[in-house]
């Protein structure tokens, strides 16, 4: 299995959602994410990383709230934004960078 530090790496841009089980805006960002992924296709990789049970990664990326999004394209921050994040904002900000 990838490490994170493997996977936000790679050439291809990664979305991460920090997020938490017990936050509902989470929820609501969680349908919105399915959409953009099967939207975009191969162009983005989208994981989840619960900040409960990766604390570290978290901290490291400075994570204050969830959901917090985070766009990494070999290795580097492309974009970040804290909340829910509209389906049509995601798809422009995953093409500018894809």
């Not at 979305?15 to 296709?41: H, M, N, R, S």
């Amino acid at each position: 299995m990838a490490s994170f530090q493997d996977i936000i790496n790679s050439d291809t841009p990664v979305l991460v959602d920090f997020y938490g089980t017990w936050c509902a805006p989470c929820q609501t960002l969680a349908p919105i994410l399915k959409e953009v992924a099967e939207e975009v296709g191969d162009k983005v990789r989208v994981i989840k990383v619960d900040v409960d049970k990766n604390q570290a990664a978290a901290s490291h990326f400075q994570v204050r709230g969830v959901p917090t999004l985070i766009l990494f394209k070999k290795g580097e921050i492309k974009w970040r934004q804290a909340g829910v994040v509209p389906k049509d904002q995601l798809v422009s900000v995953i093409n500018e960078y894809a």
